[in-house]
C-alpha cells in the first residue's frame, strides 16, 4: 500500500470517527472524489440527499458537494448544523442567475408566467420561483402547471429537453453546465463509433444535440437504474465522472466508459478527504441561509414534491 493511501485510509477512518463522536451524518454527489464516496453514510443526487439527511436524527450533516447543495440541506433542515467542507466549492451554472436579474425578469413576463428552477440553484433564486425541479421530474413538474407558458431557470439544456417532452411553451434562461456543455456531438459519435455494442446514456444538462445521440437520457440516479436494468455490458457515460464510482460498484461484470475524459467537474473535485476531516475536526464552514429566504425558497421545494414523480 502507498503512503498516500495510507493517507488516506487514515483519515477515512478518522472522518468515520468524528462523524460518530459528533452524531453527524456524511452525504457524498455522485460527482465527488472516489475516496469520499467510499465513506459517506448517503450518496446520490443533491436534493435526494438533503431529503434523506432530514428524515435522520443526526443533529450535524456534512455535505459533500457544492454550495447550493448545502444550501438545500439547510433549507429542509433548520435545525441541524451543515457542513461545506469546502466554502469555494461552487457551481458555475448556479451563478450564472441571481435572485436580481430573476425579479427583474418577473416584471417582464407577468404573474401569469411561472417560474420553475432548476434545484442546481442559489437558495436566493429557490426563493423568487414558483416551482422547483429536478433533472429526473422536470417534465412532470412543468406539465402539472395550469400555464400554458413558463420559464425553466438557470439551465437552457434541461429546458431544451424539457420542451421536446410538452406541449406547453419552454422559455430558457441561458445558462449551462460547463462540463456537461463543453460534451460535443462529434466526439461522442468518435466514441460511439469505437464501442458500436455499448449504450450511451446522457445527462439531460448536455446539448441537445448530444442527446440526439443517446439511447437513454436521464438523471444521474436514473443512471444507476438504467445501467441495472440494461442487459447491454458496455455503456458510454455522458455525465460527470464521479458517477464512475458507484457504477462500477454496483455492475461489476459491466463495463463504462466516459463519453469524453474532460467530463470532470473542477468544482466537485475541489473537496478532498482532508477538507473533509478538518471541517468535521473544527466544526467550520457552517452554512445558514436567512429564514426569509428559507421558508419562500422550501415553498418551492414542497410544491415541487407535491408533484407525482417521474419513473425515471
Request: charged fraction near 30%; glycine fraction near 2%; aromatic fraction near 4%.
Amino acid at each position: 500500500m502507498s503512503l498516500l493511501s495510507d493517507k488516506t485510509a487514515a483519515l477515512q477512518k478518522e472522518i468515520r470517527r468524528l462523524l460518530s463522536e459528533n452524531n453527524a451524518v456524511m452525504l457524498a454527489h455522485n460527482y465527488q472524489r472516489d475516496e469520499i464516496q467510499e465513506i459517506a453514510d448517503l450518496g446520490g443526487d443533491s436534493l435526494a440527499l438533503s431529503m434523506e439527511a432530514a428524515k435522520t436524527k443526526a443533529e450535524v450533516i456534512v455535505f459533500c458537494g457544492v454550495h447550493f447543495m448545502a444550501e438545500s440541506a439547510a433549507i429542509l433542515s433548520p435545525e441541524k448544523t451543515v457542513i461545506l467542507p469546502r466554502m469555494d466549492a461552487g457551481c458555475p451554472m448556479a451563478d450564472m442567475i441571481t435572485a436580481d436579474k430573476l425579479r427583474e425578469k418577473k416584471r417582464e413576463l407577468g404573474p401569469e408566467v411561472p417560474i420553475v428552477t432548476y434545484v442546481n440553484s442559489s437558495a436566493e433564486v429557490k426563493a423568487e420561483s414558483d416551482i422547483c425541479c429536478t433533472s429526473a421530474n422536470a417534465v412532470s413538474v412543468v406539465n402539472s402547471l395550469p400555464a400554458d407558458r413558463v420559464l425553466m431557470t438557470p439551465d437552457m439544456n434541461l429546458a431544451k429537453w424539457t420542451q421536446r417532452h410538452t406541449n406547453k411553451k419552454v422559455d430558457y434562461w441561458k445558462g449551462f453546465c460547463p462540463t456537461h456543455h463543453m460534451l460535443k456531438a462529434e466526439a461522442v459519435r468518435k466514441m460511439k463509433e469505437a464501442h458500436p455494442d455499448a449504450k450511451l446514456a446522457a445527462h439531460p444538462e448536455c446539448a441537445p444535440e448530444v442527446l440526439d445521440l443517446a439511447d437513454h437520457v436521464c438523471s444521474t440516479s436514473g443512471m444507476y437504474i438504467y445501467a441495472k436494468k440494461e442487459k447491454s455490458r458496455k455503456f458510454i457515460i455522458a455525465t460527470e465522472a464521479g458517477i464512475l464510482y458507484r457504477l462500477r460498484l454496483e455492475n461489476p461484470e459491466k463495463e463504462f466508459i466516459l463519453a469524453s475524459e474532460d467530463m470532470l467537474c473542477p468544482n466537485m473535485k475541489v473537496t478532498t478527504i482532508e477538507d473533509v476531516y478538518e471541517a468535521l475536526l473544527d466544526m467550520k464552514n457552517v452554512i445558514r441561509v436567512p429564514e426569509d429566504i428559507r421558508v419562500r425558497a422550501k415553498g418551492a421545494l414542497d410544491r415541487m414534491l407535491a408533484v407525482p414523480r417521474d419513473n425515471a
